[in-house]
């Protein structure tokens, strides 16, 4: 989205899986020492640094501030978003009603692939449900909602796509669980370019409580989240306002709880409209827009 722009990456040590996927898609990125971090950004001297990072210090950023660097920062819950020029939190509030803090799905970036994808019916008889929990699925929902639920719903003739993330350490195990429950429904892709394909296919959804949410709401399929963390549980527009089963945090929600709401979902097409109808009333089409535009203002 910035085309015109010199763009450059720097990663700490400890993010090679980040830091490989950026230099795949042909942009410069260095790996430097955490502890030598802010003074290679200070000496790169960008217009505008942007921090992909959840908790960023506010002493990391009253240096970037001291030397006139402009800030931008996604999903910071730290001490540091008091200090940025900017922070989007699209997923999860931040307590500071400040002017620099835009919070809300209003700043959500929905990637290109999801913007010309028509909605289909997701009302009618389910055939195919997705399940999809991150790149890493650090609870191992994955094995979870398969062991609870996939004999029942191969049993109906009802599909399941697993997409797993380069993170996922339990590919083994899940496949074998997959193929012991019926190897013709159960499919596993280990990764995938383009999820929204598996997405615009889907009936219903069981998700993790992150971005993938409101992916599946701009599709348009019921969906039901069990959340992997404690900073997945702030994830607000993952609430039953917006069309969303939550069933909470995964170290709360037993096998029983996932199987019996699966499957009150699968048999109730009254529910499955009314979560579509809530979760669409959001255009999210133009949070991309609304983001390049604020962080480009920074250049003025």
């Not at 094995?143 to 004999?151: I, P």
């Not at 394909?197 to 959804?205: H, K, Q, T």
Request: hydrophobic content about 40%.
């Amino acid at each position: 989205e910035f085309i015109g722009h010199n763009i450059h990456f720097i990663c700490a040590e400890g993010n090679e899986m980040a830091s490989s996927y950026v230099s795949n898609h042909n942009y410069t990125c260095d790996i430097v020492p955490q502890i030598e971090l802010a003074e290679r950004i200070v000496d790169f001297y960008p217009n505008v640094l942007i921090n992909d990072a959840l908790d960023v210090s506010a002493e990391f950023m009253a240096t970037m501030k001291k030397v006139g660097i402009k800030t931008v920062n996604f999903e910071d819950m730290g001490n540091g978003a008091e200090i940025a020029d900017l922070v989007i939190n699209a997923l999860y509030p931040h307590q500071l009603p400040k002017k620099n803090i835009l919070v809300g799905p209003s700043y959500f970036c929905l990637r290109d692939e999801f913007l010309h994808l028509s909605k289909l019916d997701k009302c009618k008889n389910p055939k195919r449900m997705l399940l999809a929990f991150g790149g890493v699925d650090e609870g191992d929902l994955s094995n979870r909602v398969l062991n609870a639920v996939g004999s029942e719903l191969t049993s109906r003739g009802i599909h399941l796509d697993i997409i797993l993330g380069p993170g996922y350490k339990q590919y083994e195990k899940l496949s074998s669980l997959g193929k012991e429950i019926n190897e013709k429904y159960v499919n596993i892709v280990h990764t995938t370019q383009r999820i929204s394909d598996y997405m615009s296919s889907a009936d219903i959804a069981v998700t993790s409580g992150g971005r993938t949410v409101l992916e599946l709401a701009a599709v348009g399929v019921p969906t039901i989240v069990i959340c992997q963390n404690d900073r997945e549980m702030t994830h607000t527009f993952a609430s039953s306002k917006n069309g969303i089963l939550n069933l909470g945090h995964r170290k709360h929600v037993t096998n029983e709880m996932i199987y019996n709401q699966v499957i009150k979902v699968v048999e109730d097409p009254d529910l499955r409209k009314t979560m579509v109808s809530r979760s669409s009333e959001m255009d999210l089409r133009k949070g991309k827009k609304r983001t390049i535009e604020a962080i480009l203002s920074l250049l003025k």
